[in-house]
Antibody, heavy 122, light 111 residues
Framework: QVQLQESGPGLVKPSGTLSLTCAVS?????????WSWVRQPPGKGLEWIGE???????NYNPSLKSRVTISVDKSKNQFSLKLSSVTAADTAVYYC???????????????WGQGTLVTVSS | QSVLTQPPSASGTPGQRVTISCSGS????????VNWYQQLPGTAPKLLIY???QRPSGVPDRFSGSKSGTSASLAISGLQSEDEADYYC????????????FGGGTKLTVL
């Protein structure tokens, strides 16, 4: 079955750029699914960041759109997140997830990666 | 503040039935299906209910979902101690160019 694994620096300096990668195994990133990033600040709820299709089409959370870039690397079967101009408010566990879509709905997130904590601090 | 509204907490005793509500608007729940996720302590969220009322394989039939208008509900019957977790609803929102929205989460305590 499909498994997702996030990787990247656990500490980012304020005003810097957060960069994470999600490796997809057990399936192809070129399948008919979207691939998404979701984050969860410590002790708080889930916030959707954005998603990408293997064609490169993207959708972003309007509240983060100006700072977010999501890209896909089909040769490595992975997709990536870049979040610029970070502050302490961007400290969170970052999850990647597959978005299974069907002909009727916008889909659902399944599975999720285990998540990686990124702390923004000097 | 989350776009979808959930009660911050819920509780029940073993064997009881509990429900968790999720309130939205015409641009999200009113127009699209609702999914529910279970997050056990210290773990990643897991899909619990999709397309309003569908259970993925492996999810016990004690869990059920429903939707009416701009609201949705998750029901858990025969409550068990291992159901103690955070539960989140989610839906696609058609406003702007479209984006996913989550509820703020409900912490379920099994007394």
């Amino acid at each position: 079955q499909v498994q997702l694994q996030e990787s990247g620096p656990g500490l980012v300096k304020p005003s810097g750029t957060l960069s994470l990668t999600c490796a997809v195994s057990g399936g192809s990133i070129s399948s008919s699914n979207w691939w998404s990033w979701v984050r969860q600040p410590p002790g708080k709820g889930l916030e959707w960041i954005g998603e990408i299709y293997h064609s490169g089409s993207t959708n972003y959370n309007p509240s983060l759109k100006s700072r977010v870039t999501i890209s896909v690397d089909k040769s490595k079967n992975q997709f990536s997140l870049k979040l610029s101009s970070v502050t302490a408010a961007d400290t969170a566990v970052y999850y990647c997830a597959r978005v299974i879509i069907d002909t009727v709905t916008h889909g659902w997130f399944d599975p999720w990666g285990q998540g990686t904590l990124v702390t923004v601090s000097s | 503040q989350s776009v979808l509204t959930q009660p911050p907490s819920a509780s029940g005793t073993p064997g009881q039935r509990v429900t968790i509500s999720c309130s939205g608007s015409s641009s999200n729940i009113g127009s699209n299906t609702v999914n529910w996720y279970q997050q056990l302590p210290g773990t990643a969220p897991k899909l619990l209910i999709y397309s309003n009322n569908q259970r993925p394989s492996g999810v016990p039939d004690r869990f059920s979902g429903s939707k009416s208008g701009t609201s949705a509900s998750l029901a858990i019957s025969g409550l068990q101690s291992e159901d103690e977790a955070d539960y989140y609803c989610a839906a696609w929102d058609d406003s702007l160019n479209g984006f996913w929205v989550f509820g703020g989460g409900t912490k379920l305590t099994v007394l």
